[in-house]
């Protein structure tokens, strides 16, 4: 057998040995050890006649330095992810029983109380109300305020119907709206909801609310957190 046959085949048991990904799926990846012993066999097969390039070996060693600092990078991305999401539980266990202000036309309503809210009026409107509706979206009542300026708007409902009576405590819809000449349009609603758990998110995702009544919302959603 020649040298050059020689080197080629060392090369190449090394490059079988520490091949990304074989036919069964099971992978195998070339790290700055495995690139090294590469390296290494390369250079101790190599043909004496023909010995490697400097400019060859340089490229090499550039490439093994790559592969180095890839690995450190991934490790540092690890820690930071790692990081975060104890961030993230912290924040979270924090929130659990804490009500939010979050842009919703639903809240759960304890009637005994005065509902208190608001919505976003884009420009000024001449007339402001919001109709409030039961779970079985039957008109309970509307809260009329009049000519307002553009801004948050502050509104409150008492828990009576337009009768007068009280209504039992519940999930009830809130729909703003302001008139604009001839023309009603409908507004966002900023109202307020009891956290009753936190699901962290997978692989750096958000951090989710589940939220009384009303399903699960994004924390960066949420505009206010009381207490």
Same mark, same amino acid.
């Given at each position: 057998?020649?040298?050059?046959?020689?080197?080629?085949?060392a090369t190449s048991s090394v490059l079988d040995k520490y091949q990304i990904q074989n036919d069964t799926s099971s992978s195998k990846e070339l790290g700055k050890n495995e690139f090294l012993n590469l390296l290494v066999a390369q250079l101790n097969n190599q043909n004496p006649l023909e010995p490697q390039e400097n400019g060859?070996?340089?490229?090499?060693?550039?490439?093994?330095?790559?592969?180095?600092?890839?690995?450190?990078?991934?490790?540092?991305?690890?820690?930071? #992810?790692?990081?975060?999401?104890?961030?993230?539980?912290?924040?979270?266990?924090?929130?659990? %029983?804490?009500?939010?202000?979050?842009?919703?036309?639903?809240?759960?309503?304890?009637?005994?109380?005065?509902?208190?809210?608001?919505?976003?009026?884009?420009?000024?409107?001449?007339?402001?109300?919001?109709?409030?509706?039961?779970?079985?979206?039957? #008109?309970?009542?509307?809260?009329?305020? %009049?000519?307002?300026?553009? %801004?948050?708007?502050?509104?409150?409902?008492?828990?009576?119907?337009?009768? %007068?009576?009280?209504?039992?405590?519940?999930?009830?819809?809130?729909?703003?709206?302001?008139?604009?000449?001839?023309?009603?349009?409908? #507004?966002?609603?900023?109202?307020?909801?009891?956290?009753?758990?936190?699901?962290?998110?997978?692989?750096?995702?958000?951090?989710?609310?589940?939220?009384?009544? #009303?399903?699960?919302?994004?924390?960066?959603?949420?505009?206010?957190?009381?207490?």
């Open positions: 057998m020649s040298i050059e046959s020689s080197s080629l085949g060859e070996f340089i490229a090499q060693l550039a490439q093994f330095s790559t592969v180095e600092g890839v690995e450190k990078l991934n490790t540092s991305m690890e820690s930071i #992810l790692s990081g975060y999401q104890s961030s993230q539980a912290l924040q979270a266990s924090s929130l659990v %029983g804490r009500k939010v202000i979050v842009p919703t036309e639903k809240a759960v309503v304890d009637t005994s109380e005065t509902f208190k809210a608001s919505l976003v009026l884009p420009t000024s409107s001449s007339n402001v109300f919001v109709n409030v509706y039961d779970s079985s979206g039957a #008109l309970v009542n509307r809260v009329n305020l %009049g000519e307002q300026a553009a %801004g948050n708007v502050s509104f409150m409902w008492d828990g009576k119907n337009s009768s %007068g009576e009280l209504m039992p405590p519940g999930t009830y819809k809130f729909e703003a709206q302001a008139m604009y000449g001839n023309e009603t349009k409908g #507004l966002y609603t900023m109202l307020p909801a009891n956290v009753d758990s936190v699901t962290l998110g997978q692989n750096g995702g958000e951090l989710m609310l589940n939220l009384a009544g #009303l399903g699960s919302v994004a924390l960066s959603q949420v505009q206010v957190i009381g207490q």
